[in-house]
């Protein structure tokens, strides 16, 4: 997969630090999310077969892996003014406040203070060196998406500008938290939890609202997470940041509690914009009443993110190739099957 679309899928996670809502040009429309589901079926199945072996001899015990201090943590030195560029740049200048050079001097000077002994989760920089909140929220988007040894760094940055009161940063945090299934785990996230809590019962802010409704679904509470999410879309024409999170998880908590009609006309709508998620969804809606258009569905979501589906695809050639008599169209099918399996690789440029 390109470092392009890569980008893009995180990037449409991030809530910025403006609260307008995206225009339908910019890159960080919040069109594609990454997942980690996998196909039901192998293409291939390796057997190993046991062979008589003689003893091994008892290894000797491991010593214990050494304890990385918060300086190792939260050591980002190695990334440069030019990978905040390219960040920059694939997101179409979303954050663009700073200059790279000035984004990494601040990246730097959070560095110092927790070399210093300052706790990553209460970083306060000095008056001569004072960062506003926003600026904080913005690099913590950007070092989100540099590399996953920045990911922790970006979490204390959020941190810092929550505890200063930014709400798009409590938000961001807390939905990262929901997304990776440290809600709820972490001491050191619990005052973020607390001020999402109450920005949730405050019931005003709709990305807030997208997030509980997201973590309500995680949790399998669906009817509770349709009420919530029904509520955070307001009236028809409202926009705001997370709209097409929040009506992809709507779609996607009507299907589980039965009401295909309205979950098929949301995910449609969601997928009409260029949603590998809902494409994915439709697909499976339609795997016995429609296959061919099951297909273009899978289609649709392996080129916005959702590698696997062209996994499905090749399944689905494979079969054919089995079924067909003519060997003219088994050879089409085979050739087809292979070329879904290498777009299926992670390492190929789409």
């Not at 999170?245 to 709508?269: D, F, M, N, P, V």
């Amino acid at each position: 997969m390109s470092r392009h679309l890569r980008a893009r899928r995180l990037c449409s996670q991030l809530l910025r630090s403006t609260s307008k809502p995206p225009s339908t040009t910019q890159l960080c429309e919040l069109k594609v999310i990454g997942s980690s589901q996998s196909p039901s079926i192998a293409l291939f199945q390796a057997h190993s077969y046991a062979t008589q072996q003689a003893p091994r001899a008892p290894r000797a015990p491991r010593a214990p892996a050494a304890r990385l201090s918060n300086s190792e943590l939260f050591d980002i030195s190695n990334v440069t003014p030019g990978d905040i560029k390219a960040i920059i740049d694939m997101t179409e200048g979303t954050f663009n406040t700073l200059s790279p050079e000035e984004y990494r001097k601040v990246a730097l000077l959070f560095q110092d203070a927790i070399k210093k002994g300052a706790s990553p989760w209460n970083v306060k920089l000095s008056k001569e060196d004072d960062v506003p909140a926003h600026v904080l929220h913005e690099l913590a988007c950007i070092l989100r998406l540099a590399s996953k040894q920045s990911q922790l760094f970006a979490g204390a940055l959020w941190t810092a500008a929550s505890n200063m009161g930014y709400r798009p940063s409590t938000i961001s945090l807390a939905r990262e938290l929901i997304g990776s299934g440290v809600w709820g785990k972490a001491s050191q996230y619990r005052n973020i939890e607390t001020r999402f809590k109450q920005i949730v019962q405050e019931g005003k802010d709709r990305d807030a609202l997208t997030a509980e409704g997201e973590r309500l679904y995680r949790l399998g509470m669906y009817d509770a997470a349709v009420k919530v999410l029904q509520r955070a879309l307001g009236p028809e024409g409202t926009e705001f940041e997370w709209k097409y999170h929040c009506q992809l998880c709507l779609g996607r908590s009507y299907l589980k509690i039965g009401r295909t009609a309205e979950a098929k006309e949301l995910l449609e709508g969601v997928e009409g914009a260029g949603s590998g998620e809902a494409a994915a969804e439709l697909a499976q809606m339609l795997r016995s009443s429609d296959p061919d258009k099951m297909e273009q569905y899978l289609y649709t979501a392996g080129i916005n993110g959702r590698l696997e589906m062209f996994r499905q695809l090749s399944e689905i050639e494979f079969e054919k190739e089995a079924r067909e008599t003519d060997k003219v169209a088994k050879k089409t099918h085979n050739l087809w099957a292979m070329e879904w399996s290498r777009l299926a690789d992670e390492r190929e440029k789409i």
